[in-house]
Structure formats: structure tokens, C-alpha cells
């Protein structure tokens, strides 16, 4: 099972660009990255998944370098709506029964 | 909105009784998932189950079981609870069988135990 770490929280004005690393060194071949987002009292919300390289949807882009031993979530021009703890997720899909979001990100986004 | 549906909302009960939650998946979704989130624990999986069959089991107390009904929807029971079964439930669905990474959330059920 896959162990993350993420920064327990960030701070960012309105406006800016947020980047949220997440390592995840024993990541397994299988494994995808996926990001989820959650807010006050309301369940998770799937933003993004990807391999390898970089994907980008309309949301939020994702970098997985090479190793694939982190990960980068980058939220284009947050704005005070983006307020939300972000989880960062590597799954397989396949044999791996252990979904823990662990703590994630708190990113507050200040006006 | 995601689709799910969870009730109830917010529930509040004593020590050592039992409770159910219901949920409700995405219309046209045949697996439900079960997760517990607490303050010192974060968002734990506890249960999987596809067209009425268990898939997965996470970290699931004993005292805790679930099912899926033939209609789809899924159902929590807690019994002796505790203290510290104080948590918000969430309920998520997906299409398939396998362990999607992308699963629909719904509101949560807020229990208290007191």
C-alpha cells in the first residue's frame, strides 16, 4: 500500500497559481494518481487522475515526473470558492482494497 | 450534486445502541462504497459492494456490517456503538465492479454518539 505525504495546509491569495506536491516513493506499477477535493461537510469530489507526464481537464492540472514518486496538483487562478482540503489518492483499481485518504491539503485561499 | 442520496442527515444516539444509514447510488451505478471520516482518523474506507455482492472490505469494525439490496441501495448498521464511532458516513457509487478511482460521494450522515 502506497503511503503519501502532503503538506497539512497552504495558504494562497486570490488570483495566484497553487501547486500541492504529494510524495508517494513506494508507489506500485499499477497505480494511478488520482486527486480528490472536499469541502466542508460534503463528501469528496473527484478532480483528476493520470499515469505519468502531465494531464490537464478543465479543472486542475496534474505532473507526475518519471519516478513517479510524487505527484503535483497545480490549481490555475484559485479563488476563495477553492477553499477545500485536497487529498492526493495513487490506486489500482486492481487488488488494492485499501482506500485511505489520509489527512490531505488544507488550502485556504485568502482575498 | 452527485447523485447519491444518504439518510439521515445527521443522526444522535446513546452508547451501546444500534443504527442504520441508508444510501441511495447513482442511477445506473451498481457499486456502493461506505467510508468513515473522523477528526483523528481522516476518511477511511470501510466497505465495498457490487450488484448486491461484498467486493471489498476495508477497515471495518466487526460491529459494523452493511448490505446491498436488490433496488441497489445499501445500507449501514452500527451496533454497541461507541464513543468514538462519532463520524461523519459517506456513501459513494460508481458504474463498475473493480475499485474505480473515480466514485460519486453523497452528502454524508453525521452520527453522534453520546
Known amino acids: 500500500l502506497a503511503k503519501t505525504t502532503q503538506p497539512i495546509s497552504m495558504d494562497s491569495y486570490e488570483g495566484q497559481e497553487v501547486n500541492i506536491t504529494c510524495s508517494h516513493n513506494n508507489i506500485a506499477t499499477n497505480d494511478y494518481i488520482t486527486w480528490y477535493q472536499q469541502f466542508p461537510s460534503q463528501g469528496p469530489r473527484f478532480i483528476i487522475q493520470g499515469y505519468k507526464t502531465k494531464v490537464t481537464n478543465e479543472v486542475a492540472s496534474l505532473f507526475i515526473p518519471a519516478d513517479r514518486k510524487s505527484s503535483t496538483l497545480s490549481l490555475p487562478r484559485v479563488s476563495l470558492s477553492d477553499t477545500a482540503v485536497y487529498y492526493c489518492l495513487p490506486f489500482s483499481g486492481a487488488g488494492s482494497y485499501q482506500l485511505t485518504f489520509g489527512k490531505g491539503t488544507k488550502l485556504s485561499v485568502i482575498p | 450534486d452527485s447523485g447519491v442520496t444518504q439518510t439521515p442527515k445527521h443522526l444522535i444516539t446513546a452508547t451501546g445502541q444500534r443504527v442504520t444509514l441508508r444510501c441511495s447510488p447513482r442511477?445506473?451505478?451498481?457499486?456502493v462504497y461506505w467510508y468513515q471520516q473522523s477528526l483523528d482518523q481522516g476518511l477511511q474506507f470501510l466497505i465495498q459492494y457490487y450488484n448486491g455482492e461484498e467486493r471489498a472490505k476495508g477497515n471495518i469494525l466487526e460491529r459494523f456490517s452493511a448490505q446491498q439490496f436488490p433496488d441497489l441501495h445499501s445500507e449501514l448498521n452500527l451496533s454497541s456503538l461507541e464513543l468514538g464511532d462519532s463520524a461523519l458516513y459517506f456513501c459513494a457509487s460508481s458504474p463498475g465492479g473493480a475499485l474505480s478511482y473515480e466514485q460519486y460521494f453523497g452528502p454524508g450522515t453525521r452520527l453522534t454518539v453520546t
Open positions: 442511477s445506473g451505478d451498481l457499486s
